[in-house]
Every structure is written in structure tokens, then in C-alpha cells.
């Protein structure tokens, strides 16, 4: 056990600690890693989310343009068309993608909600043609407007003098009635033409229709109240007929144009239809665009890692997990370090308490072996667990050994004396031995020397002979050669 704190001590981290080490490191670098890679895409990502929120804009502003052009505002229609172009460019980019635009072909996660926009526009494409098709009629009449209700003014003023004229004069009552009647068929000419320019389907259909036979009928009863007819006497009365050739002529000024107007009237209604329409399914379109808007703006976010879908929220998430791994990185350092300082306090405990029993063991192992300092042999040291217990075998197998060592001595003092003595007396006996010897060397000796005189004598007999023998072979030799 404390082998491994030492070891841990040694390497200086644990395992966890090193393992929450790698964590965060790791937690930081994708986090990094993530919002680089965000940021590499932020510019294309700000491009298509501008332009999805520019298409939401359009398609709430295609159906405030398409209001106001049905009721024949002029400007309406150009920007009518500005916002269909505009509309249509963004989505092709969106579609293929845009250079002049700078725009990229929609995310792949995005193309389901860009599939629902276009099928959304189509239909209302297809409305806003009618509508600026029929620009011109749409805008006639609704310049036409003003100057049919300030002549039904007059109209109406005039109307109403001659029914006041022919009721104080006692006129016909039917003439009275027709008269009267004037005033109720211009006011509801103006409505139903007011109605054509701001309802569609059925009521505008209805207002086309009571707008025509209004019309007629109006002109019908003028006529007849100035040459008579079936069902009406002919206005004789001098103030009233001059009234009436006066609205006569007024009504004619506006007969062209009411004639156009009723001519146009199924075109009228047509567009009329296409911008109701048009703010039918504008709903739908904004609901498309809005939802493309949605999906681009959590596809701006994100990023794809090994097909693993990643953004700002798992970026967020890797940094909350990293704060929570530093946070505990603190607190394991924390408590390893306040283990660290309680296995320091400890070692040095139980250092100390080592040293103690080192130094008793050692003071009682000197004060075993005072006595063998003395020379006494018998002392035989306490072999323990502790430092000195290898020390204390060891004394004792050399103090073993010195004894056996001077047993071994003594013993062989006892046998060198006995052959010192031996050899003292061999010593007397060769002193003798020698003193013969001597004596009869010296009788040698001089046999020796008389020995070496014969030989002496022998040897001059010898040289003297050899002489006799040569010169004996000389003579030979001459007595030979004669």
C-alpha cells in the first residue's frame, strides 16, 4: 500500500486526475474546433439567412401590394412586380444558387422546407400575373372613380331638384318616383363600382353585374323622362326638363367610360379574384417562408462532424461540460493534494519512527558487542526484524568464526612447541654428527692430497715417456724414407 502511494506520489497526478485532464482538453479543442469551423461558414450563412428574412418580408409585402393594386393604386403594380422579381431571384438562388447574389444552393436540410415555399409560390405566382396583366383596366377605373362620384354629385343634386320640381308642380307621382329613384341608382353605381375594385369572388361578380344594369336602368329612366315611354309620360314641365337635358348631358360624359367599364367588368373581376387569391395563400407563403427561415438559421448553426449534425448548442454544451471537468479537476487536485500532504505527514512519521527503532536497534547492537571490544568471544548479538538484525546474524557468524579461529591456534601452538622441541634435539644430534663428519673430512683430505701427488709423479713419468716414444717413432720414420 504505501509501495503505491509512493509511486503516486512519484508520478505526481492519479489516473482520474489525468483522465478529467484529458476530458477537458479534449471538450476544449472540439468546442474550438466547432465555433472555428462556425465561423469559417459565417459569412455564406449570413447571406442566406438575410435573403430567407428578405423573402419573409416579400411575401408579406406581395400581399399588401396585391391589395392595393386591385383597388388601382398605380405605384402598386411596379412594386407589385419588383417584389414578384425579387421574390423569384432569391428563390432560384436558393434553388441553384447565385453569384450576382452571392448565394449558395440551400443546405440539403433545408430543401424540404424550400420544396414546401416553391410549391407555396407557384399558385400565387400564377395570381400576381393576372393581376399585372390587368394593370391598365384596374387603373382606369379607379381614375375613373373620382370624377364618377363628383358627377354623381352633380347628378344626384340635379336629380333631386327635379323630383322637387315635378312633386311642387304636381307631376305625374310616377314621374316623382323616377325621379327619385335617379338619386338611389347613382349612389349604388358608385358603391357596386368601389366594391369591383375592393371585393372579389361572388361579390364582386354581383357588384359587376349591379353596376351594368344600373347603369342601363339609369340611362333608360333619363330617356324615358325626356321622350317618354311605357310606363312613364315625358317631363314636360319647363324648369324640369331643363334640369334634366342638364343631366343628360352629364350622364353622357360618363357613358364611354361606364360602356368600357361594363365591357371589362369580367376582366375587373378576374384580377379581383387573383389578389383575393393572393392574400388567401399569402398566409400559407409566409408560413413557408418563415419555416425555411427557421431551418436556415439552425443549419447556419451547425456543422456536420463525421455526419454527426453539431452547432452552437453542442459547442455550449462543450463548454458546460468542460467547466464542470475543470471544476472537478480542482476538486480531485484539491483532495489529492490534502492526501498527499497527509501521506507526506505520514511518511515522515513513520520515517522518524524507523529511525528510532534504526538508532535503538543500533545503540543495543554496539552495547552487545562492548564485551567483544574486550576480547570476550562468548557475546552472541539479538538477531531482529529491524536494520541491524542482518548486521547482528553477521557478528555472530564471525564471532562463530574467531572462535573456532583461536580454538584452531591454541591447538596448533600446543603442536608447534612439541616439534620445537623435537627439533631442538635433532638440532644436538646433527651439532654432533657434524663434529665426526668434520673430522673425517679432514682425514680425507689429506688422503686427497697424497692421492693428488702420486698422481703428480705418475704424470712427470708419463711426459717423459711420451718424449722416448716420439722421438723412437722419428727415427723410424727416417730409417724408413732411406
Known amino acids: ?70 383597388q388601382g393604386k398605380d405605384s402598386a403594380f411596379g412594386q407589385l412586380k419588383e417584389s414578384r422579381d425579387r421574390f423569384e431571384l432569391i428563390l432560384n438562388g436558393q434553388q441553384k444558387g447565385n453569384d450576382t447574389l452571392g448565394l449558395s444552393p440551400a443546405p440539403q436540410g433545408a430543401r424540404s422546407a424550400l420544396d414546401e415555399l416553391l410549391n407555396r409560390w407557384k399558385p400565387i405566382r400564377d395570381e400576381i400575373d393576372i393581376i399585372l396583366a390587368g394593370r ?9 372613380v373620382p370624377l ?47 366594391r369591383m375594385l375592393s371585393e372579389s369572388g361572388l361579390g364582386a361578380a354581383t357588384a359587376a353585374d349591379r353596376f351594368s344594369r344600373n347603369v ?16 312613364i309620360e315625358r317631363v314636360t314641365i319647363p324648369d324640369s326638363a331643363s334640369k334634366l337635358a342638364d343631366l343628360t348631358e352629364l350622364f353622357k360624359t360618363l357613358g364611354a367610360e361606364t360602356d368600357r367599364i361594363i365591357q371589362r367588368a369580367p376582366e375587373l373581376v378576374k384580377i379581383q379574384n387573383a389578389a383575393q387569391g393572393v392574400v388567401d ?44 471537468l475543470l471544476l472537478t479537476l480542482l476538486f480531485v487536485q484539491n483532495r489529492e493534494s490534502r492526501q498527499q500532504l497527509v501521506d507526506a505527514e505520514q511518511r515522515k512519521q513513520e520515517t522518524e519512527e524507523q529511525n528510532r527503532r534504526n538508532q535503538d536497534a ?34 555472530n557468524y564471525a564471532i562463530e568464526a574467531l572462535r573456532d579461529l583461536v580454538s584452531t591456534i591454541n591447538s596448533t601452538s600446543g603442536l608447534v612447541a612439541a ?29 686427497v692430497m697424497q692421492m693428488a701427488q702420486s698422481m703428480d709423479d705418475v704424470s712427470s713419468k708419463t711426459a717423459a715417456s711420451a718424449e722416448v716414444a716420439e722421438k723412437s717413432v722419428g727415427i723410424a720414420h727416417e730409417g724408413g724414407d732411406r
Open 1 to 70: 500500500m504505501r509501495d503505491s502511494r509512493d509511486h503516486s506520489a512519484l508520478k505526481g497526478f492519479s489516473a482520474t486526475y489525468l483522465s478529467l485532464l484529458g476530458a477537458l482538453v479534449l471538450s476544449i479543442m472540439l468546442m474550438g474546433f466547432i465555433f472555428i469551423l462556425l465561423a469559417g461558414q459565417s459569412e455564406q450563412s449570413e447571406t442566406q439567412v438575410n435573403l430567407a428574412s428578405e423573402q419573409r418580408l416579400l411575401s408579406r409585402a406581395i400581399v399588401t401590394e396585391a391589395l392595393e393594386a386591385r
Open 136 to 144: 391598365e383596366p384596374v387603373v382606369s377605373v379607379n381614375n375613373f
Open 148 to 194: 364618377l362620384e363628383s358627377s354623381l354629385t352633380q347628378m344626384n343634386t340635379l336629380s333631386d331638384e327635379i323630383a322637387k320640381s315635378l312633386a311642387s308642380n304636381r307631376a305625374d307621382p310616377r314621374q316623382v318616383y323616377q325621379a327619385a329613384k335617379q338619386l338611389q341608382l347613382g349612389e349604388q353605381i358608385v358603391i357596386d363600382l368601389k
Open 216 to 231: 342601363k336602368l339609369f340611362g333608360q329612366i333619363l330617356r324615358g323622362m325626356r321622350e317618354g315611354g311605357p310606363g
Open 281 to 324: 395563400k399569402g398566409d400559407g407563403l409566409l408560413k413557408a417562408a418563415t419555416q425555411l427561415l427557421e431551418v436556415i438559421v439552425i443549419e447556419s448553426q451547425q456543422i456536420a462532424l463525421f455526419g454527426i449534425p453539431l452547432g452552437y448548442p453542442a459547442a455550449y454544451a462543450l463548454g458546460i461540460i468542460a467547466l464542470i
Open 362 to 395: 543500533i545503540l543495543r547492537l554496539l552495547d552487545e558487542l562492548g564485551n567483544l571490544a574486550e576480547g570476550d568471544l562468548t557475546v552472541q548479538a539479538s538477531v531482529t526484524e529491524d536494520i541491524t538484525g542482518a548486521i547482528a546474524d553477521s557478528v
Open 419 to 447: 616439534a620445537v622441541q623435537e627439533t631442538s634435539a635433532i638440532a644436538d644430534r646433527l651439532a654432533k654428527s657434524s663434529e665426526i663428519q668434520a673430522r673425517q673430512i679432514e682425514n680425507a683430505s689429506a688422503t
